[in-house]
């Protein structure tokens, strides 16, 4: 007969919900937020431990696990506009964590628990072997999605950008390229209260007048069907894109998406 631990259900499927949620946030180029993941992960150790207690069988039925992972999903990811997107990534990941999980076992060559070193090793893997699909798939119009980090006075935000050959922003008085960020992507470079607020950048001029530090510069630009317009624009202290130092650049904040599709947030030249 074997013995279950309620404790260990409840602590290896939060830890496990919670790797997912933050891989998949990763791969869709999400903003990581923990604390919002972290609640979704505990949801997911209360159904797990919930489903093996005496007379909760019901709660395996796979209308109930389907129940389960939309309501982490939206408990983590509820406040983004791709929520759809998110949860189909994090769907995706899972049934990667799952293959990963199976193929371990074959090669032990018998069904063993899931452990903690399990869940890690699976984890990795699933990582590693997503991020490289990502990037040898997700392409764009000549240009490539790749990992851009920006830093600002000790804060740091990460995002997915795509390097784009047709993309010849660049900075009037420097001649360097420009980078153009969905705006609300940048809270975590500004401390709070600091940052511009989504309306403000629709009105880059006004914007720039309440703002006294030296960082900040309105950057003109053209685009189809747009023959002349401002954008709020701030100059970081560091900029890396694939790996790659731009050093200190201007990010232009853009009021409405980058992307169609939600695959990336920010747009720099090759």
Known sequence: MEVVYIDEVFALN???DYLLLLCAAKLAGEP????????????????????????????THPLCKLASAV??????????????????????VAAAFGGGVLALQLLWG?????????VLLCSAFCYVFLSFIFRRTLRHGGGELAGAELELGGRRCRLTALVD???????????????????ERLGALFPPGEGPEPGE??????????RR??????????????????????????????????????VALSPTPVSDGGGYSALIGA
């Open 201 to 210: 950048l629709s009105d880059p001029v006004s914007a720039l007048a309440r």
């Open 71 to 92: 309501g982490m999903a939206l408990a983590a990811y509820g406040s983004s506009r791709r929520l759809l997107r998110l949860t189909l990534v994090f769907f995706g």
């Open 213 to 250: 530090n030296g960082r900040w510069r309105l950057l003109p630009y053209r685009a189809v069907g747009v023959e002349h317009a401002l954008l709020l624009a701030v100059r970081v202290d560091n900029a890396r894109v694939a790996g790659e130092d731009y050093g200190p650049i201007l």
């Open 32 to 59: 990581f937020r923990r604390l919002r993941f972290a609640l979704a992960a505990l949801l997911g150790g209360l159904y797990a431990a919930g489903a093996v207690l005496p007379g909760w069988g019901f709660l």
């Open 165 to 183: 050959t047709g993309n010849t922003l660049t900075d009037p008085v420097t001649g360097r390229p420009v980078m153009v960020a969905e705006g």
């Open 14 to 16: 939060a830890l496990m």
């Open 110 to 118: 018998s069904p063993r628990v899931l452990d903690l070193p399990t």
